[in-house]
């Protein structure tokens, strides 16, 4: 839910009527959301067909067409993007906030370079 201190919000509304909604009160947690909710998408399509009664397990194609992605072959694996393996780094950033992540194995300035899953 909205707070005072909502400052960015994004809605996604599923084929299947479902809602869902990301608030953020900094780019920073926006950035962390949008991470999450991209790690659990298969899991948000699969409860909202398990709380509608469907048995079915929910498709690539059909979970795909839910959030309007594009299917991408990855190699098997945790932390891994169609590039290969992704890295884990750590650093501080220009505000001297601590970071880490998995990082693309793409070269800098790529652009289909994949976006580093942030770790909290």
């Known amino acids: 839910m909205a707070t005072e201190g909502t400052k960015f919000q994004i809605n996604y509304k599923l084929n299947d009527g479902t809602l869902i909604n990301l608030y953020a009160a900094t780019v920073t947690e926006l950035e962390s959301g949008l991470a999450d909710l991209s790690m659990n998408a298969m899991n948000i399509r699969a409860t909202g067909l398990e709380l509608s009664g469907s048995t079915s397990a929910p498709t690539v194609a059909s979970i795909a067409d839910a959030f309007n ?5 990855a190699p098997a694996g945790n932390n891994a993007c169609r590039h290969g393996a992704m890295s884990y780094r750590e650093g501080v950033n220009a505000s001297g906030k601590p970071w880490k992540g998995y990082m693309c194995p793409a ?6 370079k994949c976006e580093p899953i942030w770790v909290r």
Do not use: M
């Open 69 to 73: 992605a594009t299917p991408v072959a």
């Open 107 to 112: 070269p800098k300035g790529a652009t289909d």
